[in-house]
């Protein structure tokens, strides 16, 4: 009853919990006293007990039902509550009102009647004997006109023009205009700034009336750098840099020049997070970074990159060390932008910096790749000089890479150095492409070597010439339907001036050997094998090598020599037309 009267409230699950301990309670009481009574009183006892539990958990059934549908009957108890609240507030504001008037308002009285003001309001229709101070404060002054207005205008431009005179404007500071009562100074790609004065008195400080940060992120979808409040706070701060007595102007310039480069070392900084995790991996890194100080950024590294660098370029430890781009401050001079130094230095005639219109940390890199790429390149240059390659080498711009003419015979290819980017070591290929696997082998050697020392390039592309000399004459024999084979299972090793022949089989056991030596001078034998079994399996013997005339020999010598070596065996001759094709294809002629 209590509760209701008050208007309070009790959970449903404590009262659960109350009604489940007075059972508990109850059931650990009986069960102490049960054993002292007889049988008669126990089963009395129990009896009562489950008796008066369940009438607890009925009411309790009862009362939790009516809670699942008590929505319209707890607004109804609120509106009372409400309406017992509002009648109580009226007793106590009689109360309160009588108690006033018997004690504190026993002597008070009405003044008499204001005559003049009735008058004047009856004769007049308004009243003007309100204090002229409520008018001041409460009523705005009029707007002035437009010639007002030009004219204030034409004063506040002479005591600025006037007052910009006196001061000490700093050089990146350029007024671009004088106009409506302010004057504009704007510092390229950092900030733009409006400021007025009060007064014609120079002792009055300058007004901050506007104020824009120009720093832009090269990104594609244009991040918002300054935040609202962050521009308030620097608002305020410009402006307490303007109470200064001695050169307002010039300190002003500092404090926002020296956000300004902050923040754009913040953005270049971002930029080179992303650009390092998307594009380059582990081989461009954030090395070190100051705020508002300097951010160094390594390329071309080759720590934690194990498992993207070319096999060779590891297991022979060849990789250089990487390179290194600094962009800091003027150490010298804090007005000026910044300060891009490179590690190891580049050419003096490279210009490499930061375009302040477009702060890209993509394109700064981007040129530095460049400008070290064809420094690699022209130091290949310099290492074909007193070689054969002396004036075959050519750097093309687009792309950047070096291009070495190759002949081979009576046909060319162009070997194309490039330099990768991302990883900084030499990537070859060749011109129109060839897919012969000695041909590949030799240019990842050659890659190898020129990472290794640019003074190998020249004994490498001679090598190479070799390779593609045979691939092109493997190409030819295959065009001509004859088999051609790389090695021979031979019992012993052919005593022949080269390496890596080329074996064109002309008839069983009968095989064209072809290969070349340094300098693209080819050679041409005659070999004939037998089979070291019956079944024509396992390995191979040697019967005759005989080394050809590439020029004079004929093709009825050919087949003398055949018959001969055969031992007069040899029942079908080499085909004129076949073995001829095969010679001029080989050799380089056309038919």
């Not at 009516?66 to 309406?83: E, F």
Request: charge should be negative; include cysteine; proline fraction near 6%.
């Amino acid at each position: 009853m209590n509760l209701q009267e008050s208007g309070e409230c009790l959970p449903l699950a404590a009262v659960v919990d109350s009604l489940l301990q007075k059972a508990y309670h109850d059931l650990t009481v009986l069960a102490e006293l049960l054993p002292r009574k007889s049988d008669v009183d126990r089963k009395v006892e129990i009896v009562q007990f489950a008796r008066q539990t369940r009438l607890l958990l009925i009411r309790l059934l009862a009362l939790v039902k009516w809670a699942g549908n008590s929505g319209s009957v707890q607004q109804c108890s609120h509106v009372s509550g409400l309406l017992r609240n509002q009648s109580w507030l009226y007793i106590d504001t009689a109360d309160q009102l009588v108690h006033l008037t018997r004690s504190e308002l026993l002597q008070a009285c009405m003044p008499n009647f204001s005559l003049a003001t009735a008058l004047d309001v009856l004769s007049s229709g308004s009243y003007s004997r309100l204090p002229s101070c409520i008018r001041e404060r409460t009523v705005p002054p009029a707007p002035l006109s437009a010639p007002e207005q030009q004219e204030a205008f034409s004063l506040i431009e002479c005591a600025l023009r006037r007052r910009l005179l006196q001061e000490s404007i700093p050089e990146p500071m350029r007024v671009t205009s004088i106009c409506k009562g302010l004057v504009t100074f704007v510092v390229p790609f950092e900030f733009e700034l409006s400021l007025s004065v009060v007064s014609d008195d120079t002792a009055v400080p300058w007004r901050l009336v506007h104020l824009k940060i120009c720093v832009a992120d090269a990104l594609p979808e244009h991040p918002v750098l300054i935040h609202e409040l962050q521009n308030l706070y620097l608002h305020k701060l410009v402006q307490s840099r303007l109470f200064t007595e001695e050169s307002p102007l010039l300190d002003c310039y500092r404090c926002l020049h020296a956000f300004c480069l902050a923040l754009q070392l913040d953005c270049l900084h971002s930029q080179a997070l992303r650009l390092c995790t998307e594009v380059y991996g582990g081989f461009a890194k954030v090395e070190d970074y100051v705020p508002g100080q300097h951010m160094k950024l390594a390329y071309w590294r080759p720590v934690g990159a194990s498992q993207l660098l070319p096999a060779f370029l590891l297991s022979q430890n060849i990789v250089s060390s990487c390179s290194r781009v600094t962009i800091s401050m003027d150490p010298f001079n804090a007005e000026k932008p910044f300060v891009v130094s490179h590690a190891p230095l580049l050419p003096a005639l490279e210009a490499v910096g930061v375009n302040r219109g477009k702060m890209s940390v993509e394109e700064l890199l981007d040129q530095c790749v460049a400008v070290r790429s064809r420094g690699l390149l022209q130091e290949m240059v310099e290492g074909l000089k007193g070689s054969p390659w002396e004036g075959q080498a050519v750097i093309r711009e687009a792309p950047l890479s070096l291009v070495v003419t190759v002949p081979v015979k009576y046909s060319c290819r162009e070997l194309v150095l490039e330099v990768d980017r991302r990883v900084g070591h030499v990537v070859a290929a060749v011109a129109p492409p060839t897919s012969s696997p000695s041909v590949q082998q030799s240019l990842e050697e050659l890659e190898k070597a020129v990472t290794a020392s640019r003074e190998l390039l020249a004994s490498q592309i001679s090598s190479l010439q070799c390779h593609l000399f045979l691939a092109l004459l493997s190409e030819r024999a295959e065009e001509l339907g004859l088999e051609v084979h790389s090695s021979l299972p031979l019992v012993t090793p052919l005593p022949i001036p080269f390496t890596s022949p080329l074996f064109v089989e002309l008839k069983r056991l009968a095989y064209l050997v072809v290969g070349v030596s340094p300098g693209l001078v080819d050679h041409y034998y005659l070999l004939q094998l037998v089979s070291t079994t019956a079944q024509g399996g396992g390995f191979l013997k040697v019967i005759s090598l005989l080394e050809l005339d590439t020029v004079e020999l004929q093709i009825q010598q050919l087949n003398t020599i055949l018959v001969r070596q055969s031992g007069g065996r040899m029942k079908r001759k080499v085909s004129y037309g076949l073995l001829g094709a095969v010679w001029m294809g080989l050799s380089g002629y056309n038919h």
